[in-house]
């Protein structure tokens, strides 16, 4: 086993992967960024001097052939996450692919067996599953506080992706649903003990957004899960005046309600307006609610500490590629509930399927 801080490389230099290299600097003993790759000009050097990182380059094929590096982490759009996690395998570095895994149930199975076959790992970015406040709402369903789990809700809301690739269903895979249900589902899917989803029903539509994206900008989705479970997870890029993300959690004996902003956030009136909030909140004029230690309160620094620990046998991964396929295999059916206005059992694997969104566009 190696010694030392396990060296980590990031694909990708904007919004994600400034969150992948400050979270390993909020919580750096386990783990340092030597490396950052971005194919346009000027981006990985300007990611390179904020954090201090000693490399940087334009084609992430050339940073693969470091050979300190030992974990990659992909912050690039969706449909690059299958081609890249096959390079960083091959290259023998293990992998962190941000969430959704990648674009259909194939390029899942193949990423997977690719790095089983070169003995690295391929480790899911949930970060949910990491978030202190979730995380302590699990410990204590866990210990029994709320008695046997009958629902649970997760809910992400905002005005729209930060990134125009976002937009593309061509490079995205699908709208909201695909972006921010996929959070939801993992979360469902964890917090019910990995009990199998055994059906799916799905409504969304285009309410706001129509002129910038085929994809849908709202989305309701029910989960089934064979443990007797009920998941709910709702979505939007519609809803204005900055992130919303909250979950509910509902047993025989118990209630709770964790909200991750409002608890980390300070009512604030402001006739002038000022700085940063919250992520995705457009303007700070008027009543808004600015959050602090933000990426602490999100866990993302926690989620890439586990990571790192992972690499070096210190922790068992908490998530997989092969949770990141189940979440897959869920935004598959919710596609094609919502198209074909019907609850979908599972396991569903439809062929000829380029992405989730055309089983409801077609």
Same mark, same amino acid.
């Given at each position: 086993m190696a010694n030392g801080k396990v060296k980590v490389g990031i694909i990708g230099s904007r919004f994600q992967g400034d969150i992948h290299a400050a979270s390993f600097q909020i919580m750096p003993e386990e783990a340092e960024v030597v490396a950052v790759c971005s194919p346009t000009p000027g981006h990985a050097t300007e990611l390179a001097a904020k954090y201090g990182i000693p490399r940087f380059f334009l084609d992430y094929k050339e940073m693969l052939r470091e050979k300190d590096i030992e974990m990659v982490t992909i912050a690039a759009p969706n449909a690059l996450h299958r081609a890249m996690t096959i390079d960083i395998a091959r290259a023998g570095k293990h992998v962190v692919c941000e969430k959704p895994l990648c674009m259909t149930l194939d390029e899942a199975d193949e990423m997977i067996d690719v790095c089983r076959q070169e003995g690295v790992l391929l480790l899911y970015a949930e970060e949910l599953l990491f978030t202190p406040k979730y995380v302590k709402a699990?410990?204590?369903a866990d210990h029994g506080a709320f008695g046997k789990l009958?629902?649970?809700?997760? *809910?992400?809301?905002?005005?729209?992706?930060?990134?125009?690739?976002?937009?593309?269903?061509?490079? *995205?895979?699908?709208?909201?649903?695909?972006?921010?249900g996929c959070h939801g589902i993992a979360f469902c899917y964890?917090?019910?003990?990995? *009990?199998?989803?055994? *059906?799916?029903t799905c409504h969304m539509g285009t309410y706001v957004h129509g002129a910038k994206t085929r994809g849908e900008d709202d989305s309701i989705c029910v989960l089934e899960f064979a443990n007797g479970g009920v998941g709910l997870v709702e979505n939007s890029w519609a809803k204005r005046g900055g992130m919303d993300d909250r979950t509910e959690i509902y047993g025989e004996g118990g209630v709770s309600y964790p909200n991750l902003l409002m608890g980390n956030a300070m009512p604030t009136y402001s006739e002038y307006g000022y700085g940063y909030a919250v992520e995705k909140a457009p303007s700070t004029k008027g009543w808004?609610?600015?959050?602090?230690?933000?990426?602490?309160n999100y866990g993302s620094p926690h989620e890439m500490r586990h990571f790192a620990r992972c690499v070096r046998g210190k922790e068992t991964p908490q998530s997989t590629g092969e949770d990141g396929r189940v979440v897959m295999e869920a935004l598959y059916a919710g596609y094609a509930s919502a198209g074909q206005g019907r609850k979908i059992a599972l396991p569903f694997r439809p062929v000829g399927v380029k992405k989730p969104i055309d089983l409801w566009l077609k």
């Open positions: 699990k410990e204590m009958y629902m649970v809700k997760q *809910s992400e809301k905002h005005f729209g992706p930060h990134s125009p690739w976002f937009w593309d269903v061509d490079r *995205s895979g699908g709208g909201v649903f695909m972006d921010m964890w917090f019910f003990d990995r *009990s199998p989803i055994t *059906s799916v808004s609610y600015p959050v602090f230690d933000e990426l602490w």
